[in-house]
């Protein structure tokens, strides 16, 4: 096994980043402005087409879909790891070795790293993929964008919307090429929904139903003594300090699903996690992927704060988008987008998991389907969208060529906007109105206010200056 360790990286503290000066008009201009590949990635590919790839947290997410997925385009070399955790960071080593070493080939070097930093520093890696807890998403990405590095950023794009607007904002500076995990994109019958929409197919859309699922909550488990192996002062970040039970982290011994998705310090529940993919297909359907809502209600059921298991459960969202377009999401319905158009109704949904451990609904029926399946009829469409079989792939390919993946950074921002702003509804449960070109609730200082979340010293992404 070819395994490098850093030795010290588990116990150093962040950096401060030197300065740097934000255009204000960047986020305004973001739709404008030319993507660009930094040199440095162009004269690693001349000489070799493979990228050379970090691996930012190594879960569930990394193990079961974006490793795999990375491998399997043929197009990139995973050569480190990093992870908080040592238990997970040595079988990452294990596992991307055994994975790389098929076929007869001889496996990289991979070194492995406790801080992400350390691993940024690196002029030799071409690109990393950020498979991270929620609130774990925008320092490591915002830096790996100042570094110069390809990015292929887990959803949701970051766990706070003044988060986002900085990441979006730096990946428009920096130009580098950063792929949101949005990867229903990448699914025919997503595309083919999109494209048949697009083409006018149902005439002009007057409503849209997104169903999701919900997480569930259970008591609290005692305090456990913090595994030898995990930096768990690390792993909590920007999150509040709160005490160590494996309930509130990940499993120790193995990839199930983690307990930090049920922990409003981690992660804001359904309705980023699997909403960045429903929101996002709606978004891109429309073509409404640089805007957003101007008016949003919702109610949702939250148990006690108190809680480590504390997302939402059940809940309702209203939003009214361009064009008059009512958006309802709910638990209650099929999870799934179904378009209410002139001309009848369209339902897409997934038809197969991304990871082992996601939660699964009842399906009946195709993954695409219509009240008159001469809707569905691909002859004929105006509209046609980028072919992709490998979300992944996309982005190496893009990276490569120099040109905008399939989900870059800010629909990315637009959709988690959505999602937000769907969240901030329910908590206050009262009509809220957005202004998505400035990007704040009007006159609504209690409903701005949740747009950002203290940080715990020294991290957070909008510590860096």
Known sequence: MSFVSTGHSFSSRPARVSRRHFCATLGAAA????????????????????????????GRIAHDHDCPGVLSSGLGEIVAVCDVDQKRLQRGVAFLTQRQSQGGRTPPTITAYGDF??????????????????????????????????IYLQKPFTMTHAEGVR?????????????????????EQFRRAAELIRSGRLGKIHRVEIGLPTDPTKPDEPEQPVPATLDYDRWLGC???????EQRVHPQNDYSRPGWLRSDAHCLGMITGWGSHHYDTMHWALDLEHTGPSRVEGRGEFPDPA????????????????????????????????FFGEAGWL???????????????????????????????????????????????????S?????????PAAPGHRTNTACIVSWIAMKLARPLTWDPLAEHFVNDPEANALLTRPERAPYGALRIT
């Open 117 to 150: 930093r350390e691993m940024l520093a690196r002029e030799n890696l071409d690109a990393v993929i950020i498979s991270t807890p929620d609130h774990w998403h925008a320092e490591p990405a915002l830096l790996a964008a100042r570094a110069g590095k390809a």
């Open 167 to 187: 990441l979006r904002d730096e990946v428009v500076r920096s130009g580098v090429c950063l792929q949101v995990g949005s990867q229903q994109r990448s699914w």
């Open 31 to 58: 739709v404008a402005l030319p993507f660009i590949v930094p040199s440095g990635l162009r004269a690693s590919t001349a000489a070799n087409s493979r990228l050379r790839i970090g691996q930012i947290g190594f």
């Open 399 to 407: 990276a490569i060529a120099g040109k905008a993946p399939l989900a």
């Open 239 to 245: 999150a509040p300090q709160a005490y160590y039970t």
């Open 307 to 338: 809680r480590i298991w504390n997302v939402h459960g059940a809940y309702e969202v209203n939003l009214t988008y361009p064009g008059d377009i009512a958006v309802n999401v709910s638990n209650r319905f099929d999870n799934g987008i179904k």
């Open 347 to 397: 339902f897409v949904t997934r038809d197969a998991p991304a990871s082992a451990s996601d939660p699964t609904s009842p399906m009946s029926g195709s993954p695409l389907r219509a009240n008159d399946e001469r809707l569905l009829d691909p002859a004929g469409l105006s509209v046609r969208l980028p072919v992709s079989k490998n979300h992944h792939q996309n982005w190496l390919e």
